[in-house]
């Protein structure tokens, strides 16, 4: 058996594999997989009815949030409501 590899294919090491899964979204790829606005994703964010981590002034959303909202939405065939999955104390800024 005799395989060829192209030319043009180059590997990047930097590249994440598929079993490799983010443990954090920009807040433009979480509203992107949710089909709403940045804007409208940061709104939620700032009301409080959305989970984030902020890094300085950089909001990140963990992946494991939504993987909860997502996996306990099937579990329980029920609507999840995301403003129940931010902590309550939060830490001024």
């Known amino acids: 058996m005799r395989t060829t590899q192209r030319k043009h294919e180059i590997a990047r090491p930097d590249a994440p594999t598929a079993a490799e899964a983010p443990r954090f979204y920009s807040v433009a790829q979480a509203a992107r997989m949710f089909g709403m606005s940045p804007m409208t994703l940061y709104r939620a964010i700032a009301a409080g009815e959305f989970p984030a981590v902020r890094i300085r ?3 990140i959303v963990p992946a ?9 939405a099937v579990a329980d065939q029920t609507l999840i409501d995301a403003a129940s999955w931010v902590p309550r104390e939060v830490v001024p800024r």
């Open 64 to 72: 494991k949030a939504i993987e909860a909202m997502a996996d306990t």
């Open 57 to 59: 002034g950089r909001l």
